[in-house]
């Protein structure tokens, strides 16, 4: 109780609301590590990779034994999902329609690249090389993954600035990570609608942070 309570003294002093600077800011230092991390880390699967022709021909393969081609349209959805479906969810809200899509189009936007970082040391991670395998299937799994932190971001709309956001964004898609590998490679349960993995972790981060931001002198 101790450091909710000291968290919730710093919220309440006095701080400058321009984020006219601190948001480029940490936008710009957030996009540089994604970009590094991924140049280092992050290498295409031979389905997904420019040179599956190269590959088809040479293991006299099909476009039909392609996973990638059958996978795509649900990517699609998902997607859409993600980037429209949330994002106007919250427009009903007269106050906060235009930041709720645009706060939204900002969590998926970051939080998508550093999915695939998190969930590819979980999942993806080739031994040999080190590197992280990416395919149709990691990047529905990061949408997933999103899906989550923007549940959460339902209970904070109008309660965090943008690069709190970012923050919250980044400690809820390392959280989702973590417990994903625990419940499905640990304890290996069967979660095929994301009730346990997305929904249920979704809506008690969003509450646990909302609860951690409440200031009595707003009463």
């Known amino acids: 109780m101790g450091g909710v309570q000291s968290f919730r003294e710093m919220c309440d002093r006095t701080k400058n609301p321009n984020v006219r600077m601190s948001l480029p800011a940490v936008c710009v ?51 859409v999902m993600i980037f429209v479906g949330f994002g106007f969810l919250m427009t009903f809200l007269k106050r ?30 080739d031994y040999t090389d080190g590197k992280i395998k990416i395919g149709v299937e990691s990047l529905i799994n990061a949408d997933f993954c999103v899906a989550g932190c923007l549940i959460a971001y339902g209970a904070l709309l109008g309660k965090v600035s943008p690069v709190q956001l970012m923050v919250l964004t980044l400690f809820g898609i ?36 909302s609860w951690m931001l409440y200031r009595l002198n707003l009463d």
Do not use: C
């Not at 140049?39 to 034994?65: C, M, P």
């Not at 994903?180 to 008690?204: C, K, P, Q, W």
């Open 29 to 79: 230092v957030w996009q540089t590590a994604m970009i590094i991390l991924h140049g280092v880390f992050i290498r295409y699967d031979e389905e997904s990779d420019a040179h599956w022709v190269e590959h088809r021909k040479h293991e006299n393969l099909t476009d039909i034994q392609n996973d990638f081609y059958f996978r795509y349209p649900s990517f699609q959805d998902v997607h």
């Open 96 to 125: 906060y329609s235009f930041g709720g899509v645009g706060f939204n189009f900002l969590i998926a936007a970051f939080g998508l690249q550093w999915a695939l970082l998190m969930q590819g040391w979980f999942h993806s991670l």
């Open 174 to 209: 390392t959280l989702f990570a973590v417990e994903e590998f625990i419940i499905l490679n640990l304890i290996h349960a069967r979660d095929a609608g994301g009730s346990m993995v997305i929904h249920t972790f979704g809506g008690y981060y969003g509450l646990a942070i």
